[in-house]
């Protein structure tokens, strides 16, 4: 699993507005969480992914910053 979120860490980490956690071994890397910077551009993600085969799940939808 550290090799996966390695290899994530490296392709996603090319995108300077996708916050991810960097320290591998910190983790057990059950999920690989990351955050978009917009809901557009997460549901555009999931989206895309999806075209590609690739199943992703959002977590926390509505955010918690929008309960009440």
């Known amino acids: 699993r550290q090799m996966q979120a390695a290899r ?21 890397w059950q999920v690989f969480p990351c955050l978009l910077p917009s809901p557009e551009a997460a549901n555009a993600f999931v989206d895309a992914t999806a075209r590609n085969g690739v199943e992703v799940r959002r977590y926390y939808q509505p955010s918690l910053a929008d309960w009440g």
């Open 8 to 28: 994530y860490c490296e392709l996603i980490g090319r995108f300077d507005r996708v916050v991810i956690h960097r320290g591998i071994a910190d983790a057990p």
